[in-house]
């Protein structure tokens, strides 16, 4: 195999993995959708600072089981729950409007 082709296949293997990566954010969101739904119709506030704690302090942990810079995964895991915050955001606030319609 040349150097050209190894590269290629390396890079082939990288665009599987991010598609798997992307799909999972994807699959997170639509999660935080139903946990979002789940709270507002049992009246539980969206933010859970104790839960935003524990997900920061498990990247964290996983980081330094796995050699892997622990300041990275931990401000890749803000930049994911700054979205599902906001997403839950959105879908508390919809839920919430869709309730004092019925009313």
């Known amino acids: 195999m040349t150097e050209q082709n190894e ?8 665009d599987a993995l991010d598609g798997t990566l ?42 330094a089981d796995h050699g892997l810079d622990e300041s990275f995964l931990v401000n890749l895991y803000d930049v994911i729950i700054t979205e599902m915050c906001r997403v839950e955001d959105l879908v508390m606030s919809r839920e919430s409007l869709t309730a004092e319609d019925r009313r």
């Open 7 to 14: 590269l290629q296949r390396l890079r082939a293997e990288l």
């Open 22 to 63: 992307l799909d999972t954010v994807r699959r997170r969101i639509d999660l935080g959708v139903r946990i979002a739904r789940y709270k507002s119709r049992h009246g539980v506030p969206m933010m859970q600072p104790g839960r935003v704690s524990l997900v920061k302090d498990r990247a964290a942990r996983y980081a």
